[in-house]
T-cell receptor, first 113, second 113 residues
């Protein structure tokens, strides 16, 4: 049982380049989330998917798109990377909506130069 | 929207002492308050949570208290050990609207042996 896996672990992009961060969970969870973590700001929700086939904006969605490919996979795309998107990105999943534990992946450290 | 403030930003204690981290929230409708622990290089992990119909919850050496009137909640760790050294995040959400957590900025806890 791998839990939540994320690829890649590290990435360096030039301003304007695009990339997709991949996330998969093997816990048969319905809900999945993307967060970014910046120093002194905690974790901020970018997008979430309450269930397969649905996605919704979180606190900081600008500059990002998401795809809930199936129940297991939830990807985050940066269409035109900006230095302000330099951050550590975490994917998480939970059994369903509501007050359930969120299980986090190990994170992707992204640097945009 | 919800805003969560967390204090202190760093906390150093001697092994065996107690540690207390405090959070305040702004939205009186919030009713779910989890605490996450993040070790270096890893994703956050849930350590304890409390719902608004409960004033206190304990799990071995950790406890959380909630004061709904004052809109603040606290994490208490007793008999601290070196392995408690980590970053701790509080969060708040409204259960009925899914698990859209709003996190505090985090507290770096250092336990000196």
């Amino acid at each position: 049982n791998a839990g939540v896996t994320q690829t890649p672990k590290f990435q360096v992009l030039k301003t304007g380049q695009s990339m997709t961060l991949q996330c998969a969970q093997d816990m048969n969870h319905n809900s999945m989330y993307w967060y970014r973590q910046d120093p002194g700001m905690g974790l901020r929700l970018i997008y979430y998917s309450a269930s397969e086939g649905t996605t919704d904006k979180g606190e900081v969605p600008n500059g990002y798109n998401v795809s809930r490919l199936n129940k297991r996979e939830f990807s985050l795309r940066l269409e035109s990377a900006a230095p302000s998107q330099t951050s550590v990105y975490f994917c998480a999943s939970s059994l369903t909506r509501g007050a359930y534990e969120q299980y986090f992946g190990p994170g992707t450290r992204l640097t945009v130069t | 929207g919800e805003n969560v403030e967390q204090h202190p930003s760093t906390l150093s204690v001697q092994e065996g002492d107690s540690a207390v981290i405090k959070c305040t929230y702004s939205d009186s409708a919030s009713n779910y308050f989890p605490w996450y622990k993040q070790e270096l290089g890893k994703g956050p992990q849930l350590i304890i949570d409390i719902r608004s119909n409960v004033g206190e919850k304990k799990d071995q050496r950790i406890a959380v208290t909630l004061n709904k009137t004052a809109k603040h909640f606290s994490l208490h760790i007793t008999e601290t050990q070196p392995e408690d050294s980590a970053v701790y995040f509080c969060a708040a959400s409204l259960m009925e609207y899914g698990n859209k957590l709003v996190f505090g900025a985090g507290t770096i806890l250092r336990v000196k042996s």
